[in-house]
């Protein structure tokens, strides 16, 4: 590397030995100040949903229909099957693609066709969420002359594609290459290696990515509100409108009756509850993964 | 080597090329296999053909939807104010101003806040605390914009209005940008939900950026007698610099699409306001509102070019900050 010029101002008089101490230790405490300003609005956050939401966490939450207006009781068991309907839509059409692209990526592509997906992969990654919903409405909504569980399984498959295809990727990458040089020294063929060895070899860690993009389809609501739609009733039915707890929680959070708000908190908690526990999992299962090959 | 033999055959395969019965003739193929590498490479990059083409399609499928109000309303749709549904007339000056405020404001609050916790986290931080508070960052991530929205409305919106409010009118009210009522809702309170939100995206990339930096910079500037944050400030921000510029892109681009939270709490009204105490409105918003109850075509179109504007900033947004985040990277050279 080559020598900084800035090193050089080090070495001019500066203001003083102790001068340049006080303002290290000034910004090393400003520094660590952020950190616990960007932590004080998570955990405001998970405390006050937590105690809004826990009350009305009971097993009616996760069986029954929502109640009318005025009557108390009832739950958001439509909205909970809803979304994990919708996820599975979503993973059923997602993760072909997404794989298939990462494996493309990290395996076949070459050149600068390879460059240009990569590229394009992370783009799609940053296309705003309600684009994707508008998208799929008037491609999907619009043909079918109907909201559908599978527009929004849509519109989520390409909210997840992007994260699903990088991790992919990447995960491929960390194989190592004596692996594949064993299965072709063996007379396995390239493609049976790719799928057998490789792939196989990172399966775990894809995993990890498929949970965290999960988990982040999970929350979407913005793609569904005009694909999905909603449903006040149990529907399994892929070609009619479908609940999902997050659009549900829109829904009640937005109203004025205490009743809904206070099943939009308990909903909230549900939310946050699975989307944590699918990030600490991931979490956990990576680091554990990457335990013996790095440090 | 019986393992190898007994390996099934996928059905990768049933797409292209290998005509049926083709198990014995693949297992007998020479190392190279050529047509079930061909069939293997042409699926994949399929796959990866795809990629390609979702953007493009969202391009030219939202072009289409929004043909009606591109010809009507031309380049006047992005300067017109008026946004009369009744009258049919459609301008989207507010929701372009709304955003791009309520966006600004979120860059303004986060990236100082962003980029110091970065440098905590790859620099400053004990090493113990460093996975832990990394991951808590992530959770920040992690939790759904619709519950932002939900505890925006509860808790910081009434926080806004009762007490920070009314401080920054009292001391800062006579300057237009601060002056008006305290209302809570409005697009200081959209700045402050988006602030929260992006600071992971900014924090994460920041860190990834600075870890890149050779750990030689950093030696070398303590062998010269850096203090800490010398070190920091001369021997790794300047290397880094392009590299967080691209971080703080992709948290703008984060913001100025985020949808749920901002509609919740930013008062939803279609007026350009100088003061950041008024209500506003956001592209997102407006497209979230209104999008399922348009009753007419143009009305629809004029969405949907709401829409293609925000695809086509993302787009842009997007290309620049990879662009300069993956030169920061390169030039670092995997030496880190």
Redesign the interface.
């Known amino acids: 590397m080559s020598a900084t010029p800035a090193a050089h101002r080090l070495l001019e008089p500066g203001p003083g030995d102790r001068a340049r101490h006080l303002r290290s230790r000034f910004f090393t405490v400003l520094c660590t100040l952020s950190a616990v300003v960007v932590l004080a609005p998570l955990f405001s956050i998970v405390l006050y949903v937590i105690k809004r939401g826990l009350a009305g966490v009971s097993i009616a939450f996760f069986t029954r229909l929502p109640a009318p207006v005025g009557e108390t009781g009832g739950g958001m068991g439509n909205a909970v099957v809803g979304t994990l309907v919708l996820i599975a839509i979503a993973c059923a059409i997602g993760l072909p693609i997404g794989v298939g692209a990462g494996v493309y990526l990290a395996e076949v592509g070459r050149g600068r066709l390879r460059t240009v997906i990569r590229f394009t992969a992370d783009v799609l990654g940053g296309v705003p969420s309600i684009t994707v919903g508008v998208f799929v409405y008037s491609l999907v909504v619009v043909a079918m002359h109907r909201f559908s569980a599978l527009a929004g399984g849509i519109a989520l498959a390409l909210v997840m594609i992007p994260t699903v295809t990088r991790t992919t990727e990447e995960l491929l990458r960390l194989v190592p290459p004596q692996l594949r040089e064993a299965a072709l020294g063996l007379g396995v063929p390239a493609w049976r290696s790719s799928i057998f060895i490789v792939l196989r070899t990172a399966l775990p860690g894809i995993a990890t990515g498929v949970m965290l993009a999960v988990a982040r389809i999970a929350g979407e609501t913005a793609p569904l509100i005009f694909t999905a739609f909603n449903n006040r009733y149990w529907s399994f039915a892929v070609d009619k409108p479908m609940a999902s707890l997050p659009v549900q929680i829109l829904t009640y959070a937005t109203s004025p009756y205490k009743d809904w708000q206070d099943q939009a908190w308990t909903g909230a908690l549900v939310l946050i509850v699975v989307v944590f526990f699918l990030n600490l999992t991931a979490r956990i299962a990576a680091s554990r993964a990457m335990g013996g090959s790095r440090r | 080597?019986s393992q190898?033999e007994e390996?099934p055959v996928?059905e990768?395969t049933s797409d292209r090329a290998t005509p049926a019965g083709s198990r014995d003739a693949?297992r007998a193929?020479p190392?190279?296999?050529p047509t079930?590498?061909r069939?293997?490479?042409g699926?994949?990059?399929?796959?990866?053909?795809?990629?390609?083409a979702?953007?493009a399609?969202?391009v030219a499928?939202?072009v289409?939807?929004s043909q009606l109000s591109l010809a009507k309303f031309g380049l006047s749709f992005l300067t017109s104010s008026t946004w009369d549904p009744v009258h049919q007339q459609f301008g989207a000056w507010p929701f372009i101003y709304g955003t791009v405020l309520s966006s600004l404001l979120a860059l303004v609050i986060a990236v100082?806040?962003?980029i110091?916790?970065a440098?905590?986290?790859s620099d400053?931080?004990p090493s113990r605390l460093r996975?832990p508070?990394g991951?808590?960052?992530?959770?920040?991530a992690?939790?759904?914009?619709?519950?932002?929205?939900?505890?925006g409305?509860?808790?910081l919106v009434p926080a806004l209005r009762e007490s920070v409010e009314p401080l920054i009118i009292k001391y800062l009210g006579s300057i237009p940008f601060f002056e008006g009522p305290p209302l809570g809702f409005g697009m200081l309170a959209a700045g402050v939900i988006l602030a929260?939100m992006i600071?992971p995206t900014i924090?994460s990339i920041t860190r990834e950026v600075l870890k890149a930096v050779?750990d030689?910079?950093r030696e070398?500037?303590i062998g010269?007698?850096?203090?800490?944050?010398?070190t920091?400030?001369?021997?790794v921000l300047?290397?880094a610099r392009s590299g967080i510029v691209g971080a703080i892109i992709?948290g703008l681009?984060?913001a100025?699409?985020?949808?749920?939270a901002v509609t919740?709490v930013i008062g939803n009204r279609p007026k350009a306001a100088a003061s950041i105490l008024a209500p506003g409105y956001s592209m997102?918003s407006v497209?979230?509102n209104e999008?399922?109850e348009a009753d007419s075509d143009l009305y629809l179109s004029a969405?949907?070019e709401m829409?293609l504007l925000?695809?086509c900033v993302?787009?842009v947004?997007?290309?620049m900050a990879?662009w300069l985040v993956a030169m920061t990277k390169n030039r670092m050279g995997g030496t880190a």
Not at chain 2, 43 to 52: A, H, P, Q, S, Y
């Open positions: 080597m190898v390996l996928p990768v693949m193929a190392i190279g296999s079930g590498d069939a293997f490479r699926v994949m990059t399929l796959f990866g053909l795809t990629i390609l979702v953007p399609m969202m499928q939202l289409r939807t100082p806040v962003s110091g916790l440098i905590f986290l400053l931080a996975k508070l991951f808590l960052v992530e959770l920040l992690a939790i759904p914009s619709v519950v932002y929205g939900f505890w409305i509860f808790v929260i600071v924090t050779p030689t910079h070398a500037a010269l007698g850096a203090t800490p944050w010398d920091i400030r001369y021997a300047p290397a992709l681009n984060r100025l699409g985020e949808t749920m919740m997102a497209i979230a999008f399922a969405l949907a829409a925000l695809l993302a787009l947004m997007n290309l990879r």
